[in-house]
């Protein structure tokens, strides 16, 4: 499956951004979607995760409470709807595709080009 992540850009804080993972080439609904993302000089890390179904979710610390992972299978397509951003969130966001558990980080195996999200006044 190819993926391709977009909807980045610069917000000021306090904002909100929606990205959007799309993907084709394979079945898509039957991997689960993780975002992930990298800062400037930090490894990559997780952020949200969503089974094949949509029906599990989960967050890493920093994303709970501002941000929700949600799928359209018949789209192809997984969103990250990221609100109250802060600078911090400032990276590059990926998306990736598994077909093991969605919590099983080393199993992401599919992963698109990513889209950079700025947040700055």
């Known amino acids: 499956v190819q993926l391709q992540a977009s909807g980045g850009g610069l917000v000021q804080p306090g904002g909100s951004l929606r990205l959007s993972c799309t993907g084709s080439g394979g079945t898509f609904s039957s991997y689960g979607i993780g975002w992930f993302r990298q800062a400037p000089g930090k490894e990559r890390e997780v952020v949200a995760v969503i089974s094949w179904s949509g029906g599990t979710t989960d967050y890493a610390d920093a994303a709970k409470l501002r941000f929700t992972i949600t799928r359209d299978n018949a789209k192809n397509t997984v969103y990250l709807q990221m609100n109250k951003l802060k600078p911090e969130d400032t990276a590059v966001y990926y998306c990736?595709?598994?077909?093991?558990?969605?919590?099983?980080?080393?199993?992401?195996?599919?992963w698109g080009p990513g889209t950079l999200v700025t947040v700055s006044s």
């Open positions: 990736a595709a598994t077909s093991f558990s969605i919590n099983y980080i080393q199993g992401y195996n599919y």
